[in-house]
């Protein structure tokens, strides 16, 4: 009996359905003769939730970069059981504490790839630049795992 009884609901509803399409056309009318709301809906929706994410997102940034600098150099320390910071302190008096240059280059922002490269040809004995006889001594006893992990520390100063 609860089937039958379904049954006819069911029915009885799909013959409402015509009347809900012609509603809804009959809204769709009353749409299309105010046109000019819609446009003026969106406006304070974007307003508000553009100026939080733009005035976040570079401080973000910075947050971020540093956190990945020190892990790099955490791992680093981990993978060659050197510490590109204990390495650095033999080099700070003249290339800066934070890299910045002196009787040295500047050597913040360097890649770490090119920071090794150098290294390697001031241990390798080549003159690189006019100043190479001052470097050579202090890359001569750097290992490549001192010159991977000083190079990954100053890439993140
Ligand atoms: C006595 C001062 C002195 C110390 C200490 C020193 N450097 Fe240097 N470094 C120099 C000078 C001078 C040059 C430029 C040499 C040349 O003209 O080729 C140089 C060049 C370099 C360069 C090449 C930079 C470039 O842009 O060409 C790197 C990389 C570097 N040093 C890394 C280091 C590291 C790492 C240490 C510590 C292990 C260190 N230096 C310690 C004086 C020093």
């Known amino acids: 009996m609860a089937g039958v009884l379904s049954l006819s609901a069911c029915s009885e509803q799909s013959a409402d359905e015509p009347k809900a399409a012609e509603t809804s056309q009959a809204m769709n009318n009353a749409m299309d003769v105010k046109q000019p709301e819609p446009v003026a809906a969106p406006k304070a929706p974007l307003a508000d939730p553009m ?3 733009a005035a976040k997102a570079p401080v973000e940034q910075e947050v971020q970069k540093v ?4 892990a790099e150099a955490v791992m680093a320390e ?3 059981g050197v510490s590109g910071e ?3 302190a033999t080099c700070v008096g003249c290339h800066g504490a934070a890299g910045e240059g002196g009787v040295g280059p ?3 922002g360097q890649e770490i790839a090119a920071i090794v490269e150098k290294l390697q040809r001031y241990k390798s004995g080549e003159q690189v630049g006019p100043m190479t006889g001052m470097m050579a001594p202090m890359a001569a006893g750097l290992s490549d795992g001192d010159m991977q992990a000083v190079a990954e520390y100053v890439n993140g100063l």
């Open 51 to 53: 100026p939080a994410p």
């Open 67 to 70: 956190v990945e600098a020190k």
């Open 78 to 80: 981990a993978a060659t």
């Open 86 to 88: 204990k390495v650095y």
């Open 106 to 108: 500047k050597l913040a």
